[in-house]
């Protein structure tokens, strides 16, 4: 425990001194409420199920800041380690290489917590953002979805060969789902075709459930969402492991 509690230390210094992820972690997510809150407001709009821009674009900007460290900052960090050898001279070392693989996650997952909690501040602070739901349901949701999208991101550093390679893959990968799985844009004003093809991405379930548990519907409601990312998890997980290299 001492050794895991040090290392997560460690890493999350590390992450601090990284000032692009810590950007896209942190200051992203909030900036773009900021604008787009200040252009269309927090009325109930009609596209929206009446909902307010702000009130459906917080729980949809927390799967933006999910996507942005699961599919960039966790295949670029885990691919550059592997690259300099950190993994190798890891496996040499008392340490269990499992915990490293479970501080790595667990600090990610911090970070991106952290982003959530800095944009429903902002939320709140700056447009009242309205609530309905439960926080400990929300919070599960989140981590599902948080968990769901990181095994897509160590799925992605087991294949690229190089922390380059894994950099270019992410940002292929994170930046249009960014924008036709609901996180960017509201899956509501998006084309029929695309919403279809938006059933194809897993994170668009992230965003309904957060959205769908933000304003008080029940688990019950959301069977899909749940069973997606769940599967998503349990498989990128399992394919992870299998593919993933440390030297």
């Known amino acids: 425990m001492r050794a895991f509690a040090k290392l997560t230390w460690v890493q999350t210094k590390l992450y601090w001194r ?35 821009m702000v009130d459906m674009s917080v729980p949809a900007y927390a799967v933006l800041i999910i996507i942005a460290v699961g599919l960039i900052s966790v295949p670029i960090g885990a691919a550059t380690s ?22 790595d996650v667990f600090v990610y997952y911090l970070m991106t917590l952290s982003g959530m909690i800095c944009l429903i501040a902002v ?18 949701a989140f981590t599902l979805g948080t968990l769901a999208t990181f095994a897509m991101g160590y799925l992605i550093a087991g294949v690229a060969k190089t922390a380059r390679m894994a ?34 991405i ?22 899909t969402d749940v069973a997606v990312l769940l599967g998503v998890m349990i498989v990128g997980t399992l394919v992870a492991i299998k593919v993933f290299r440390w030297e």
Not at 20 to 47: D, Q, R
Not at 123 to 140: E, K, P, R, S, T
């Open 123 to 140: 939320g709140a602070a700056v447009f009242h953002v309205h609530f309905a739901g439960n926080w400990f349901y929300v919070f599960l």
């Open 202 to 223: 897993p994170q668009t379930y992230a965003v309904t459930l957060l959205q769908g548990l933000w304003f008080g519907t029940s688990w019950g409601k959301h069977l």
């Open 18 to 52: 990284e000032p692009v992820a810590l950007f896209f972690t942190i200051a992203y997510a909030p900036l773009m409420l900021l604008l787009f809150g200040s252009i269309y407001g927090n009325k109930p709009n009609p596209l929206l199920g009446n909902r307010g």
């Open 82 to 103: 592997r690259e300099q050898g950190i993994l190798r001279r890891y496996r040499v070392t008392p340490l269990r290489p499992l915990v490293y693989i479970l501080v």
């Open 167 to 200: 950099q270019s893959l992410g940002m292929i990968i994170a930046f249009p789902i960014m924008f036709l799985s609901g996180a960017a844009i509201p899956l509501q004003v998006l084309p029929h075709n695309m919403q279809r093809f938006a059933k194809l």
